[in-house]
């Protein structure tokens, strides 16, 4: 299968130039999208709707690893991107390594810069720069309930005993995962 969603910078621009000539509005978020949730979804389809294209700029594992230390993330850059790509509502994602976006944002140019709840729009990264050529910036609430720290939290209270599940690997009764 191929992840024709999935672009370099340098692509992405040239497709951008390409839409641009056609008026398309294009809509820009980013984000770790590190286990992709139902809160996710509603967010993506609520910013792509703000516009004709959305593209998600994707934090590699390396700028993940500085925001939220530790050992996250907890699925690599690779597989988040092919998971993004399989949501109709996202139409592009590019990987970047910096710890904010301001760099995609200054290349992509969007006419919408949305952001999840958690972000006052003056304090969106990149705000000063799209308003500054008429964009619009938003920032969308939460869907409640979801988050990507609390299903980690809900994952590291299993105990191994409570998710032992029983496998019979080449045959053998008993193994454990």
């Not at 999208?33 to 593209?55: C, N, P, T, W």
């Amino acid at each position: 299968m191929r992840y024709e969603k999935i672009k370099t910078l340098s692509e992405l621009k040239n497709i951008i130039k390409g839409l641009r000539a056609k008026n398309k509005r294009i809509v820009f978020t980013n984000g770790c999208f590190e286990l992709l949730h139902a809160g996710h979804a509603s967010y993506l389809q609520k910013a792509r709707a703000m516009g004709d294209i959305l593209v998600v700029g994707l934090n590699s594992d390396s700028s993940v690893r500085k925001i939220k230390g530790g050992p996250r993330p907890v699925t690599k850059e690779k597989d988040r991107a092919k998971v993004l790509s399989l949501l109709w509502c996202v139409d592009f994602i590019t990987i970047f390594s910096s710890t904010t976006p301001f760099n995609l944002l200054k290349a992509v140019r969007p006419d919408v810069l949305v952001k999840g709840g958690d972000w006052k729009v003056k304090d969106i990264v990149g705000s000063d720069l799209v308003t500054s050529y008429g964009g619009k910036v938003k920032s969308l609430p939460y869907l409640k309930g979801y988050s990507t720290t609390g299903l980690i939290k809900k994952i590291n209270l299993l105990t191994p005993r409570r998710c032992a599940v029983r496998t019979y690997a080449a045959g053998k009764k008993g193994n454990t995962l």
